[in-house]
Structures are given as C-alpha cells and as structure tokens.
C-alpha cells in the first residue's frame, strides 16, 4: 500500500503526455519530498498534504504512508489527516480516485483546472469508519455557493453529480498523536 501500483500502468498504455503534458513523479522524489514535510500536522492551511497535480496520486500516497508510519498503530487514525490533491486529466481521476479510497485516507479530490479555477467535480473522500484498515467512501460534493466559494471554483464546467456513500459516519478514539522525528 506504500507505493502507487497504477503509476506504471497508466504511464507506459493510458496517458496522454503529449495532449495533456501529462508526466509523472518518481518514487525517489515522493519519498523525499515526504520526508521533508513531516510535520507535527498542525500546518496553517489545515492539509496534512497537498498536491496540485496529483496524477495518479504517487506523490501524496507516499506523504501518507510517512504519515502513517511516523505513528504508532495505536495512536494512527485517519480523521487526524486530511488531504488534498488536484487533477485536470479526466482519464486518470478514476485511478486517483481507486488509489486514495482504498488506502482509508480522507481527501478532497478537486477534478478541474488548477489555475483558472474551471472545476468539473470535488469528491470528498472519507474514512467513515476511521478504521486504517477500512476503505473509504467516496462523496461527490454538490455545486453549492458555498463549497465554490470554500474551494476558491471560479466555474463549474460540469453538472453536479448526486453520489453520496457515507451515511453514517464514526470516530474512533485513538491515543494521542505520537509523530516520530526524523
């Protein structure tokens, strides 16, 4: 689960690198990148991570999975990490989509233009059972004024799609936070 099985699938047979521009991240630098942005996750901006074009979301599995091991099992829960990446190529949301839901993260997946703010979906993916060996649900987030205004959408691009898969939702207690330092 640490590391993005699709990557090297959709890279050699489904993207479009020369339409989209579409390249993708290597390990080495995941890992990395990872590395130097563990946190106490108390950041600012409230995202445990945050990549802007996420791909098939190598970057922000392994930020994630540092997350993850930086814990204990016992003081681990997903609810304390939150995440977002974004994505323009319509071929590869699914593959992010699969990649972060099957993993139990919470994430806000945003499908659309990154600059001009043109969005087609925002999916809210959500551990409802805050179990890290549950899988999440994915939740499609309604063309509201104010989830446009809270995700800064200048356009929506798309209709809205009715989908919503978490009906209840649970918080488990965990231990304390117990990040260990690098």
């Known amino acids: 689960m640490s590391t993005d ?3 090297e699938y959709f890279e050699e047979y489904a993207a479009e690198r020369k339409s989209q521009q579409q390249d993708f991240t290597p390990d080495s630098v995941s890992e990395l990148v990872s590395k130097i942005t563990r946190n106490d996750n108390s950041s600012e901006s409230g995202w445990s991570g945050y990549d802007p074009t996420a791909g098939t ?3 922000i599995i392994k930020k994630w999975n540092d997350d993850r091991l930086a814990e204990t099992p016992f003081s681990y829960a997903p609810h304390n990490y939150l ?3 974004e994505e323009f190529g319509d071929n590869v949301i699914p593959y992010l989509l699969h990649n972060i839901a099957i993993r139990g993260m919470n994430c ?9 703010r043109n969005i087609k979906q925002i ?6 059972h805050d179990d890290y060996m549950k899988f999440s649900d994915i939740n499609v987030m309604p063309h509201t004024d104010k989830v446009k205004e809270k995700f800064n959408v200048s356009n929506w691009s798309e ?4 989908h919503v898969e978490s009906d209840k939702v649970a918080y488990i207690p965990a231990l304390p936070m117990h990040r260990k330092h690098i």
């Not at 209709?159 to 009715?162: D, H, L, N």
Request: proline share 0%.
């Open 159 to 162: 209709k809205a799609i009715e």
């Open 83 to 85: 995440y977002m990446v």
């Open 123 to 128: 999916y809210f993916v959500q551990n409802s």
């Open 108 to 116: 806000v997946v945003i499908h659309g233009d990154t600059l001009e």
């Open 5 to 7: 099985t699709f990557r």
């Open 57 to 59: 979301g190598s970057l």
